[in-house]
Antibody
């Protein structure tokens, strides 16, 4: 079955760089049409899409955050990594990874990881 | 301020039909698929509708989606108490950036 799991630090200091890893199983990111996205949700607020990486290594970023984000994949390890630079308290959120195949929506999500930005 | 606009709240009584709207523009909803997600408190979102009006297996046919021009709607018929949740529309824009609506909190009275 398909599973995704986010991992990374629960607490980061302002100005630091956040690195999150999405480890997945049950599908391959080398399958045509497959992609993995990162999505976040500040406490009590709406979902916000961050970035996406496709099976062919194409990458797409949120217009408002693109200067701070980098997404990459390691197909052999079944992992997708997101880095976000210059973290700020407003970046405090639950960060999710989710997969989509052939534009059929984000059908599988990780459980999310809460990242708090505080000194 | 989300690019996709949803009403912040909606409500209905058990058995009623409720619709939630999502308004966008020609560069997102107008030219790309619309998706709908349900989020129960403390859980990850769940896909309800993909490609405007398709239901994943396991999603009851009480949930339906439609799109017209730059707007879309989610309809829930035969409302049940367990439908009380936050609902989000989503779409890609022409530059393949993802977009979510601001979410609609559905209350079952």
């Amino acid at each position: 079955q398909v599973t995704l799991r986010e991992s990374g630090p629960a607490l980061v200091k302002p100005t630091q760089t956040l690195t999150l890893t999405c480890t997945f199983s049950g599908f391959s990111l080398s399958t045509s049409g497959m992609c993995v996205s990162w999505i976040r949700q500040p406490p009590g607020k709406a979902l916000e899409w961050l970035a996406r990486i496709d099976w062919d290594d194409d990458k797409y970023y949120s217009t408002s955050l693109k200067t701070r984000l980098t997404i990459s994949k390691d197909t052999s390890k079944n992992q997708v990594v997101l880095t976000m630079t210059n973290m700020d308290p407003v970046d405090t959120a639950t960060y999710y990874c989710a997969r989509m195949w052939e534009y059929r929506g984000f059908d599988y999500w990780g459980q999310g990881t809460l990242v708090t930005v505080s000194s | 301020q989300s690019v996709l606009t949803q009403p912040p709240s909606a409500s209905g009584t058990p058995g009623q039909r409720v619709t939630i709207s999502c308004s966008g523009s020609s560069s997102n909803i107008g030219s790309n698929y619309v998706y709908w997600y349900q989020q129960l408190p403390g859980t990850a979102p769940k896909l309800l509708i993909y490609r405007n009006n398709q239901r994943p297996s396991g999603v009851p046919d009480r949930f339906s989606g439609s799109k017209s021009g730059t707007s879309a709607s989610l309809a829930i018929s035969g409302l049940r108490s367990e439908d009380e949740a936050d609902y989000y529309c989503a779409a890609w824009d022409d530059s393949l950036s993802g977009l979510f609506g601001g979410g609609t909190k559905l209350t079952v009275l």
